[in-house]
């Protein structure tokens, strides 16, 4: 299975502005549907560990003592995220790509 967390935070530049490009149509469907998974699907303590390691950049270690958290708490916080929001993301994954798929039929 893809790591959409992975790819998605360890590269977030848009490729080729210019006419279709099926990844740029996967980033902005991504970057649209992220923060609804992170807010809806996710416990209050697997969002705020996410998005501390994620988008503060912190490690499991800096997380665990702002939270007073164990870091195996952290780290199963994380992961279990990840898991949901990489879940998620597959069926978004391959929505999208059923409907590039079927765009292009028509042109």
């Avoid at 952290?74 to 929001?85: E, F």
Wanted: hydrophobic share 40%; aromatic share 8%; proline share 3%.
């Amino acid at each position: 299975m893809i790591d959409f967390v992975e790819e998605y935070m360890s590269d977030r530049s848009m490729p080729n502005e210019d006419g279709f490009d099926e990844q740029r149509i996967l980033i902005k469907a991504i970057s649209k549907v992220l923060p609804l998974i992170i807010k809806n699907e996710l416990t209050e303590r697997q969002n705020l560990c996410l998005r501390m390691f994620y988008v503060h950049g912190k490690n499991q270690m800096e997380i665990a003592r702002e939270l007073k958290l164990s870091q195996p708490t952290v780290s199963r916080h994380i992961a279990t995220a990840k898991a949901i929001v990489n879940k998620c993301l597959s069926y978004c994954f391959y929505s999208v790509k059923q409907a590039n798929e079927q765009w292009l039929k028509i042109e």
